[in-house]
């Protein structure tokens, strides 16, 4: 962990959660609600069972009255924020807080809850406003010193990934946040990134704005870059006898279209326009592990890092056989900021 704390830097001005969601979230948690609304979160291999087992782990139940309601008789996808695990086996001295909450992001990542849940209800991947959610509450809980993330997701959705980068760079790098008034105890809440098995594209481009990014021996980390794909299906209206006729101002407002062949002035606005959220892709890694441009070009060359590979090349900064582990080292982080 040596490492790790050396690298932390804490310069930005972090942002607040209100009291009343604060208190929302504790009484849920007061009232022992740590067991429902779980199935929301198992997919894709159930990336909390690890957790279960725990003792002590708390599931910390969403209260946020914004949340899109769970169809009658099915469980709320996105009813568990977080799952409050315990840090250590020493009790934490009064005052002090004592659990790693443990932040779930899995699937694709999309801008809103509603466009990660099917038709049944059932949720297939993790959106930025969930994030949001997750990690403020987490932040603002006055038993949780340090915030891991586990990743499992190939990225997604290019436009939400920047504010949301952007937001949890200032949270996990912004100046000590917590003060427990009997105490006097100021405490920073660190955020720890751990690819588990998969942390790709948008996922590291949030990933990285951690203030410590773990890896697994196996996860696959990488994938800087940014994509579109327009299909075309001009040949196959063709062979229908349909044609598609489009009345537009300006002459290229229907560049990408799929009934017709993309022209080179077409290609060219859309390139321009990968090339931009590209540029900013580039420049979140950049921030959020605190390098140059010259070694994000690296990166990006490279593509795909497995496991230590990422260590090595500094996109990571350490390797953790388990989830168990990442705990440990994320506790060991919010007490070495805590003495801060």
């Known amino acids: 962990m040596s490492r790790i704390s050396e690298i932390i830097k804490l310069t930005a001005e972090p942002m607040a959660v209100s009291a009343e969601f604060e208190r929302a979230v504790m009484l849920a948690v007061a009232m022992g609600l740590e067991s429902g609304g779980s199935?929301?979160?198992?997919?894709?291999?159930?990336?909390?069972?690890?957790?279960?087992?725990?003792?002590?782990?708390v599931r910390v139940m969403n209260t946020a009255e914004n949340r899109p309601p769970a169809k009658t008789g099915a469980s709320d996808?996105?009813?568990?924020?977080?799952?409050?695990?315990?840090?250590?086996?020493a009790p934490a001295a009064p005052g002090q807080p004592s659990s790693v909450a443990v932040i779930d992001v899995y699937g694709p990542l999309m801008s809103s809850n509603s466009d990660v849940v099917d038709e049944d209800g059932n949720r297939f991947g993790t959106s930025y406003q969930f994030i949001r959610q997750a990690v403020h509450t987490a932040r603002a809980d006055g038993d949780v010193k340090a915030v891991l993330m586990r990743y499992d997701s190939p990225g997604g959705a290019a436009i939400g990934m920047?504010?949301?980068?952007?937001?949890?760079?200032?949270?996990?790098?912004?100046?000590?946040?917590?003060?427990?008034?009997?105490?006097?105890?100021?405490?920073?809440?660190?955020?720890?990134?751990?690819?588990?098995?998969?942390?790709?594209?948008?996922?590291?481009?949030?990933?990285?704005?951690?203030?410590?990014?773990?890896?697994?021996?196996?996860?696959?980390?990488?994938?800087?870059?940014?994509?579109?794909?327009?299909?075309?299906?001009?040949?196959l209206l063709d062979r229908?006898?349909?044609?598609?006729e489009a009345i537009k101002n300006p002459v290229h407002k229907d560049a990408g279209s799929p009934y017709r062949a993309?022209?080179?002035?077409?290609?060219?606005?859309?390139?321009?326009?990968?090339?931009?959220?590209?540029?900013?892709?580039?420049?979140?890694?950049?921030?959020?592990?605190?390098?140059?441009?010259?070694?994000?070009?690296?990166?990006?060359?490279?593509?795909?890092?497995?496991?230590?590979?990422?260590?090595?090349?500094?996109?990571?900064?350490?390797?953790?056989?388990?989830?168990?582990?990442?705990i440990r080292a994320a506790a060991a982080l919010g007490d070495a900021q805590s003495r801060h």
């Not at 996808?77 to 086996?89: D, E, H, I, K, N």
Request: proline share 4%; with cysteine; glycine share 14%.
């Open 77 to 89: 996808p996105f009813s568990v924020l977080y799952t409050r695990v315990p840090a250590g086996q």
């Open 240 to 244: 229908w006898g349909i044609k598609m």
């Open 262 to 326: 993309m022209s080179d002035d077409d290609r060219a606005r859309l390139q321009s326009t990968i090339d931009t959220f590209a540029g900013k892709f580039r420049a979140d890694v950049a921030r959020g592990r605190r390098v140059g441009a010259e070694t994000v070009n690296g990166w990006v060359s490279k593509m795909i890092f497995v496991g230590g590979e990422a260590v090595s090349a500094g996109l990571a900064d350490g390797q953790v056989v388990n989830v168990e582990q990442a």
């Open 39 to 57: 199935r929301g979160l198992c997919g894709f291999g159930s990336p909390m069972a690890m957790l279960d087992g725990m003792s002590g782990a």
């Open 162 to 235: 920047h504010p949301a980068g952007a937001e949890l760079f200032d949270l996990a790098h912004g100046d000590g946040d917590k003060v427990n008034a009997g105490s006097g105890f100021v405490a920073r809440v660190p955020i720890v990134a751990y690819a588990e098995r998969l942390m790709a594209s948008a996922a590291l481009g949030l990933g990285v704005q951690a203030n410590a990014v773990l890896v697994a021996p196996a996860a696959i980390t990488g994938s800087i870059g940014t994509i579109s794909t327009f299909p075309n299906i001009a040949g």
